[in-house]
């Protein structure tokens, strides 16, 4: 089984930055991304990585979030600067069993696997 493993999770206040990770076992997934679930709110999608590929974003985080991946250690890495108190979630990182193709991505049933979750709390 392809397992997922997010780290990075954590406390900051407002404007704070943080780098999750997720190392993919088993074999190298050239399909991911990150999505995020607040509490009593539905999962959604914040950044995928299509390699090769475009990288996408969600509007929220636009401009703010960086996705990339370091494909000798199959390690996914979601950088987050500027961070706001509705970023507050927990997020997990998703991969696809095979190509991303031309699918629109983030949609959760687009994806496979998925880690189990890091929190990242923001603060005002």
């Known amino acids: 089984q392809v397992q997922l493993v997010e780290s990075g999770g954590g406390s900051v206040q407002a404007g704070g930055s943080l780098r999750l990770s997720c190392r993919g076992y088993?074999?190298?997934?050239?399909?991911m991304g990150w999505f995020r679930q607040a509490p009593g709110k539905e999962r959604e999608g914040v950044a995928t990585?299509?390699?090769?590929?475009?990288?996408t974003y969600a509007d929220s985080v636009k401009g703010r979030f960086t996705i990339s991946k370091d494909n000798a250690i199959n390690t996914l890495y979601l950088e987050m600067n500027s961070l706001r108190p509705e970023d507050t979630a927990m997020y997990y990182c998703?991969?696809?069993?095979?190509?991303?193709?031309?699918?629109?991505?983030?949609?959760?049933?687009?994806?496979?696997?998925w880690g189990q979750g890091t929190q990242v709390t923001v603060s005002s």
């Open positions: 998703a991969a696809r069993s095979s190509a991303c193709g031309w699918l629109f991505l983030l949609r959760e049933s687009v994806y496979t696997y």
């Open positions: 990585l299509a390699d090769p590929g475009p990288t």
């Open positions: 088993t074999y190298s997934l050239n399909c």
